[in-house]
């Protein structure tokens, strides 16, 4: 059955870092396309950062542009995503998810496009 779970979120002060892991199983990460999504209270979900399968071209959203980093270990088979220098208004609950089929650049973090979806862990930036 094909599964994915985060993990390392937590409560972090502005300025501070986490680092979120998306660990597969069922499933190799590395034939699909992962993105990072997020959604805070209220609001919708959103692309923050998305890696492509075959080529690992990469997105982010411009509010994280410069801040996270998104990679991915075949060997573990766990996509991570490092957040540097958060923000209050980073605060969300953060999800990966999958895509199997590839997909044009322009789309690769749209929610549309993605079949698999874990169940989020918390980030909370506060002081």
């Known amino acids: 059955q094909l599964q994915l779970v985060e993990s390392g979120g937590g409560l972090v002060q502005p300025g501070g870092s986490l680092r979120l892991s998306c660990a597969a199983s069922?499933?190799?990460?590395?034939?699909?396309?992962i993105g990072w999504f997020r959604q805070a209270p209220g609001k919708e979900r959103e692309g923050v950062s998305c890696?492509?399968?075959?080529?690992?071209?990469?997105y982010y959203a411009d509010s994280v542009k410069g801040r996270f980093t998104i990679s991915r270990d075949n060997a573990k088979n766990t996509v991570y995503l490092q957040m540097n220098n958060l923000k209050p208004e980073d605060t969300a609950v953060y999800f990966c998810?999958?895509?199997?089929?590839?997909?044009?650049?322009?789309?690769?973090?749209?929610?549309?496009?993605?079949?698999?979806w874990g169940q989020g862990t918390q980030v909370t930036v506060s002081s």
């Open positions: 069922g499933f190799t990460l590395d034939y699909y396309s």
């Open positions: 998810a999958a895509r199997r089929l590839w997909v044009v650049a322009g789309r690769l973090c749209l929610i549309a496009e993605y079949d698999y």
């Open positions: 890696i492509r399968r075959s080529d690992a071209s990469t």
